[in-house]
C-alpha cells in the first residue's frame, strides 16, 4: 500500500478520535457534522476505512488497462470492504459496548454482516485463483490498440470518480452542517453518495469494455465471460437499493456469479478449447 494513502488513513482516524473526545467532554460542541459523533470511540474505525475504499477504487481504474478480470476481482473486493466497514459503524452506534448483545435487532445485523464478509473473502480468493489458471493466449500486435483504449477509459473514469467523490463529500458536509439536532437522523449515509453511482459508472464501463472487445476478443467464451461479469456488477449494483440483510444476499449473488463464470471461462479455455484444437488437427492430418 502506497505511503499516501497510509498518512491519510492515519490522520483521519486520529482526527476522528480528537473530535469524538471533543464532543463527549463538551457536549456543547454537539451541533451539525459534530452532532453525528457519538461517544463511543469505536465510531472513529470508520473514517480509516473509507480511506482505504477510496484507494481500492483508484487500484479497480489502474486495473482496467492490465486486466478486466482483476478489475472485476477489486470490485468484488470494495464490496467486501463496504461490509466490514459496515460492521465498525454498527459497532460504533452502540453507546453501550457491554450491553450490545441485549440489543437483538442490532447484533444480528452486525452478526450477519460478519459472516457475509468472511464468504466475500472466500469468493474473492477463489476468484482470483481462477484468474491466476486460465491459459492466456498468445499476444496478438492489434491488442495494443485495445490496451491503449483502455488505459483512456480508465483515465476518463478515473477523473469523473474523483469529481464525483469531491463534489458529493462537499455536498454532504454542507448538508450535514445546515442540519439541527432534531434533523440530525436524517443526515444522508455518505456511502449512498458515491458508491452506488460508482457501481453505476462501472456497469456501463464494463458494457462499452465488452463491446469495444468484440474486434479482439470475438471468440465465444470471451463474450460469454465479459456479458457475465457485466450481470455481476448490475447486480451490486442492485445491492445498493435492497434493504438489509437481503442486500448481502445479492452482493453474495453477484460475486458467486462471477466466480462460477470464471469458473467455466477457464475450464473451458483449458479443455474444449484444447480438446477442439486437438480433434481439428486430426481431422487435417
Known amino acids: 500500500m502506497e505511503r499516501w494513502i497510509v498518512y491519510l488513513a492515519t490522520g483521519g482516524f486520529v482526527v476522528h478520535l480528537l473530535l469524538i473526545a471533543l464532543v463527549r467532554f463538551f457536549p456543547a460542541l454537539k451541533v451539525g457534522v459534530l452532532g453525528q459523533l457519538e461517544g463511543n470511540f469505536l465510531q472513529a474505525v470508520y473514517t480509516p476505512f473509507s480511506f482505504i475504499l477510496f484507494y481500492e477504487v483508484i487500484l479497480l481504474v489502474l486495473a482496467i488497462p492490465r486486466s478486466h478480470t482483476n478489475s472485476v476481482g477489486k470490485q468484488y473486493e470494495i464490496i467486501s470492504l463496504i461490509v466490514i466497514r459496515r460492521v465498525f459503524k454498527d459497532i460504533g452506534e452502540v453507546s453501550d459496548p457491554a450491553t450490545w448483545i441485549a440489543q437483538f435487532e442490532m447484533a444480528s445485523m452486525v452478526l450477519i ?28 500486435s492489434e491488442l495494443a490498440k485495445f490496451i491503449a483504449l483502455k488505459k483512456s477509459v480508465a483515465m476518463v473514469l478515473f477523473v469523473t470518480l474523483l469529481f464525483l467523490a469531491l463534489y458529493h463529500l462537499c455536498q454532504w458536509a454542507l448538508e450535514t452542517w445546515a442540519l439541527s439536532m432534531d434533523q440530525i437522523n436524517e443526515a444522508r449515509n455518505l456511502d449512498f453518495f458515491f458508491f452506488p453511482e460508482f457501481f453505476s459508472f462501472m456497469i456501463f464501463t464494463d458494457v462499452f469494455l465488452l463491446i469495444t472487445s468484440l474486434p479482439f476478443y470475438d471468440r465465444y467464451e470471451y463474450v460469454i465471460r465479459n456479458s457475465g461479469f457485466v450481470i455481476s456488477t448490475v447486480l451490486l449494483r442492485f ?16 460475486i458467486g456469479y462471477g466466480v462460477v463464470v470464471l469458473g467455466l471461462f477457464s475450464y473451458y479455455k483449458r479443455v474444449i478449447r484444447a480438446a477442439h484444437g486437438a480433434h481439428l488437427g486430426l481431422k487435417d492430418s
Open 113 to 140: 454482516d460478519m459472516v457475509a464478509a468472511l464468504v466475500m473473502f472466500a469468493l474473492v480468493a477463489i476468484f482470483q485463483r481462477l484468474s491466476q489458471s486460465v491459459v492466456h493466449s498468445k499476444p496478438e
Open 239 to 254: 445491492s445498493f437499493s435492497t434493504p438489509k440483510p437481503f442486500d448481502l444476499a445479492v452482493s453474495l449473488i453477484a
